[in-house]
């Protein structure tokens, strides 16, 4: 695609005498968009038409016109009434025969600005639908994101649910674990209660039974000596 704005290449060809379709072609062959083009063909016409209406202010006075001397125009008349009719049979069917190429360079003329506008409508609308299709597929993008976070802040909660729940059930077996341990250490006691005064009971007897052996060796160690 050319940069930069044809305008002053479309006001030359305007001043060579090319008509709206050879520049629109000329220009498209330059490898300007439609939208270029349309721009600067407005452009050019306007610029045109302003120094069209300030030329009559700043080109001073205007032109004279020459009168023609009264035996000019009685030459003048002469001439016109003494042409033969051909002539100007001739002059009527030639100016009868230029006004449809005249007409028919308009149309085309016309016609081509009209598929310029057209192929520039076109183009803006493609880069709308553009604009648009990237506006979708962004929008798209952010709700296929938000999706995934969801599914991850639902799994984040779900893990978090089942390690707060493996807490509380390591903390309630540790309570029961804690419970009968001193459930163990209640029956424990029991026993000591019931066991200890026997065994203190078996004890002391054990005790009085070694004092009575060792007054009885004694007492025979007296006997055996004296004798």
């Known amino acids: ?27 498209q062959r330059q490898g300007y968009s439609n939208t270029q083009i349309f721009d ?39 001439e016109i009434f003494t042409q ?6 001739r002059q009527q ?31 803006k609308w493609e ?6 299709n990237k506006i979708v597929d962004w929008k798209n993008k952010v709700e296929s994101r938000v999706s995934e976070m969801e599914v991850t802040l639902a799994g984040l909660r779900e893990n978090f649910s089942d390690l707060q729940r493996a807490i509380l059930s390591k903390v309630n077996d540790y309570d ?15 026993v000591f209660s019931k066991v200890l005064p026997r065994f203190t009971e078996n004890i002391n007897e054990l005790s009085s039974i070694a004092e009575k052996l060792k007054k009885g060796k004694n007492e025979n160690k007296k006997g055996a000596g004296s004798s």
């Open 1 to 27: 695609m050319a940069s930069g704005s044809p305008m002053n290449d479309i006001m030359e060809m305007k001043q060579r005498g090319l008509s709206n379709n050879e520049i629109i072609q000329n220009l």
């Open 40 to 78: 600067a063909m407005s452009q050019a016409d306007t610029k045109i038409a302003v120094e069209g209406n300030m030329q009559p202010i700043s080109g001073g006075q205007p032109p004279r016109q020459s009168y023609p001397m009264p035996q000019q125009e009685s030459e003048l008349d002469q």
């Open 84 to 89: 033969p009719p051909m002539e100007e049979e």
């Open 93 to 123: 069917q030639s100016s009868n025969y230029q006004a449809p190429q005249q007409d028919t360079s308009f149309d085309e003329n016309q016609v081509k600005v009209e598929e310029l506008v057209e192929a520039v409508i076109e183009e």
């Open 127 to 132: 880069e709308l639908v553009k604009d648009v």
């Open 176 to 190: 029961k674990h804690i419970q009968e341990v001193g459930s163990e250490i209640q029956a424990m006691e029991k």
